[in-house]
């Protein structure tokens, strides 16, 4: 509860000021992946103070260091290895939801932080499609104001959530583009908020 409150007052009210649309979004499943856009290092950090039991995947190069390492495990925060497929991490993924509490997982379905306007849609991920599709879970998108300046707003939007179905686990080619799918419709939160 401390962490949740430091966390929210320095980076969504001090470093940036931040905003939410669609939280009743959010609030209305227990169990659920979380998938934003990425562009920023703090795009985690405008989760984590409205999110209860929050599990987040990160880039395993931040494992790198042993007390760094202590601290994110500490905070549910897991490793994926981005240079290949990692099974692991899969597995730790698909072990957060094995027990009865209500859990959710925070997943950037676009692999890492994007810099540049060319790159989305560029290096889309599969792992969050999957993990919804194997254990029936629903996910909700959320865009994220885009490469903001400090102490300037940024505005954080839940879509609605949806699940994906597990019979396109057997095939690639529309697993791929169910991940498409919702990179698209996480930039398109974007869009239905400014019309």
């Excluded at 991920?125 to 919804?132: D, E, K, L, P, V």
Aim: glycine share 4%.
């Amino acid at each position: 509860m401390i962490m949740k409150t430091l966390v929210k007052f320095i980076c969504c009210k001090f470093l940036y000021k931040v905003n939410y649309i669609g939280l009743e979004n959010l609030n209305s499943v227990d169990t659920c992946l979380i998938c934003p856009n990425h562009s920023n290092i703090f795009d985690p950090f405008f989760i984590y103070p409205v999110t209860n039991n929050l599990y987040i995947m990160a880039k395993a190069e931040l494992f790198r260091n042993k007390i760094l390492a202590k601290l994110l495990y500490h905070y549910n925060v897991f490793p994926v290895d981005r240079t290949k497929r990692d099974p692991k991490s899969l597995f730790t993924a698909l072990n957060i939801f094995n027990k009865d509490e209500h859990r959710k997982l925070l997943i950037f379905p676009e692999g890492g932080i994007l810099k540049t306007d060319d790159e989305i849609g560029k290096k889309i991920r599969n792992g969050a499609t999957y993990i919804s599709g194997k254990l029936g879970l629903p996910i909700i998108p959320v865009y994220i104001t885009r490469r903001p300046k400090l102490f300037s707003k940024v505005t954080v939007i839940f879509g609605k959530s949806f699940c994906v179905d597990n019979e396109i686990l057997e095939d690639k080619e529309k697993l791929k583009n169910k991940s498409k799918e919702l990179v698209e419709t996480i930039y398109s939160l974007n869009y239905e908020k400014k019309v």
